[in-house]
Each structure stands twice: as structure tokens, then as C-alpha cells.
């Protein structure tokens, strides 16, 4: 056929004649997986075409925005208007059924606290990274609770002192969500989801990219008192 030809010739293909086999070289091997990524894209871009477009995929580092085709069979769920910044019930649902979960977040969302606490009733494992100015908030909202989670055995709380981005990242056992700006800085309550192993292993890796530029909090069993160190990307990858 005129197009093996032209990929024998230019030397992404290269033939066996011992096994009759046409097999590709190392070259056309790379260009198929850039070939593969980039298909990956227009997929879940078509998807959700309208969502996609909207959003402010800036605030995603770019080593993983060039990634962003592992987000295959996404769903969208919809916030009610009068609560943008409540989780979806689907949403609660499943972290609440996770026995691990990973959240980086850069917004103040109140319900986060009764969750994590039903958790770690339930023995769940639970790592998270605020911005400095989120955690303070809690901290200064939820004293009791905050502090009860710095010093829980299955918790581990970090502090940033940069930004997050996406707004709200949340990877389980089970799912991974994603809370996104659209393209004028507004939030408009809308939750990203997806159940495919490719998109919980994104999220995955985003996490830990927060992680390692992030500072472990917790309370130092002898004298009581908030520490706060370099953070430990070896206990944060126990769970």
C-alpha cells in the first residue's frame, strides 16, 4: 500500500521478514501516542462541548492542562443556584462511600468539615492542601473540629501558600471532581466528574504535584501546640 511505503521510507515503520511483521519504530511510536493525546482531547472536549468552552483551563497547570484528554466520560452535575458553593448531593454521595479521599482547594465551603468528620467516623483516609488563607478561615471558624483533624491518625492537612488551581480538586477511591472558573472568573456551582481510571489517576498526580509545594500542619503530640514543616510526600501517599 502507497501509505506503509511512505511510513517505511520516512522510517516510522520498519518491517520483519523473518515474521513477516511490520511493527513501528521508535520515532512512530511517539508520534501515535501524541496521535493518541491529541484524540483524547477532541473527545472529551465533544462530550461537553459547551462546558469545555467556558472554562478557564489556565488555572490548571500545564504540565497537566496537556493532559487534560485523560478526563474521559466526564459528568456534569449542575448546583443549585441559590447554593453555588454547596457540594452536589451526587457529589457527597460518593465521598462519603470513599475509603480514601484527596481534596486541594482554594475555596471556603463549610460542608467540608461535616464531611470529613463523618469520614474519619467511618475510618476513612483523608489527605487535603488549603491555601494559607482558606486554612485560616477554618481554623478561625472551626477551632474544635480543625484542630481535632490536625491531630487525627487517618488525616493529614497541608497548607500552601500560593494559589490552587482548579478551584476544588477531589480524588477518591471512587471518583475524581473538579470545580473549574469559566472564562470571566466566575464560578458558577458547576461539578465535574468522572469514575474512568485514567481521570482518577489525573487527579491523582495534580494532588501530588499540590502536595509536594505544600507545608504539613499538625499538632505536636508533646507540647500540643500547630507545627508546621516541609511536607512528607511519603506519609501523604500512605493512603
Given amino acids: 500500500m502507497p501509505q506503509i511505503k511512505k511510513l517505511l521510507k520516512w522510517d516510522l515503520l520498519t518491517y520483519d521478514p523473518n515474521e513477516d511483521l511490520y511493527k513501528l519504530s521508535d520515532m512512530g511510536a511517539l508520534i501515535v501516542e501524541k496521535i493518541e493525546e491529541f484524540l483524547n482531547i477532541i473527545n472529551i472536549y465533544a462530550e461537553n462541548h459547551e462546558y469545555w468552552e467556558t472554562r478557564d483551563l489556565s488555572e490548571i497547570p500545564y504540565h497537566m492542562r496537556k493532559r ?43 460542608h467540608t468539615v461535616s464531611i470529613f468528620s463523618k469520614l474519619l467516623r467511618n475510618n476513612s483516609k483523608v489527605t487535603c492542601v488549603f491555601t494559607e ?59 465535574l466528574i468522572s469514575y474512568e481510571a485514567s481521570a482518577l489517576k489525573w487527579g491523582r498526580e495534580l494532588f501530588t504535584y499540590y502536595s509536594s509545594i505544600s507545608n504539613l500542619v499538625y499538632i505536636d503530640p508533646d507540647s500540643g501546640k500547630m507545627e508546621i514543616t516541609g511536607y512528607n510526600i511519603t506519609k501523604a501517599n500512605k493512603f
Fill in 133 to 191: 488563607q482558606i486554612f485560616n478561615k477554618y481554623l478561625e471558624d472551626y477551632p474544635e473540629q480543625f484542630n481535632s483533624f490536625l491531630s487525627h491518625e487517618n488525616m493529614n492537612v497541608s497548607m500552601r501558600s500560593g494559589h490552587i488551581g482548579p478551584l476544588t480538586l477531589v480524588v477518591t477511591d471512587r471518583f475524581m471532581g473538579l470545580w473549574l472558573f469559566d472564562k470571566n472568573g466566575r464560578f458558577d456551582g458547576t461539578t
Fill in 68 to 110: 487534560i484528554g485523560n478526563l474521559v466520560h466526564c459528568e456534569l452535575l449542575e448546583a443549585n443556584r441559590d447554593c453555588l458553593f454547596e457540594f452536589h448531593p451526587t457529589f457527597v454521595e460518593n465521598v462519603l462511600n470513599s475509603k480514601y479521599v484527596m481534596m486541594a482547594s482554594s475555596t471556603f465551603q463549610p
